[in-house]
């Protein structure tokens, strides 16, 4: 025992107070760490939560919303089938019924719409592997190699997932492969 000890009337058994000290700091130190590592896992659990509830309620009508796009298919083509002299030509009660199938056509696409559904916007032209489908190469019509020439079938989103790609057809590259199947397509946009 040192003589200062002796002075402050400190017992030679225990250990130095200064160490106790020390000690103390380390170890709260390591449980304040302990306790924020703590906070920000509950903090990530709680957004994760939230982020899977918000996606599960978004994305919940998909598999309902892709059986309605088959509905919204068929009014689409039996729309497009019936040229306009012969609708101009029908009786009232015939027009009568092609109005209501137009009329429930446009409330399924409203109705899918206030569910997150949307149409995939092909006016650019431009082919995008992420959106579009291509299922031939055609004659270009005067477009460049890969533009989008015709939509076969209106691709869909929802949210920001997709839904059903849009199937196209694109403009094949004058001078190009030879037809090689997706040869000219721009798979890279």
């Keep these: 025992m040192s003589e200062e000890d002796e ?49 599960a309620s978004l994305y919940a009508v998909t598999r309902f919303a892709r059986d309605m796009l088959t509905i919204a298919d ?12 012969v609708r101009d030509a ?36 431009k082919f995008d592997p992420n959106l579009h489908q291509a299922i031939a190469e055609v004659p270009g019509e005067g477009k460049p190699g890969g533009a989008i020439v015709n939509v076969v079938q209106t691709g869909y989103t929802i949210g920001e997932r997709l839904l059903r790609p849009a199937m196209v057809t694109v403009a094949r590259k004058e001078g190009g492969n030879g037809g090689a199947p997706g040869g000219t397509v721009d798979t890279k946009a």
Excluded: Y
Excluded at 95 to 120: M, P
């Design 7 to 55: 002075q402050e009337g400190l017992d030679p058994s225990q250990p130095h107070p200064a160490d106790v000290i020390a000690a103390l700091n380390a170890e709260n130190v390591e449980l304040k760490d302990r306790l924020l590592r703590a906070l920000a896992e509950t903090e990530n659990t709680r957004r994760r939560a939230e982020r899977e509830r918000t996606d």
């Design 74 to 85: 068929n009014f689409a083509r039996a729309l497009a089938h019936l040229p306009s002299d």
């Design 90 to 125: 029908a009786d009232p009660q015939v027009k009568a019924v092609i109005e209501g199938v137009e009329a429930t056509d446009r409330q399924l696409l409203a109705a899918l719409a206030n569910h997150g559904v949307k149409q995939i916007d092909t006016n650019d032209g």
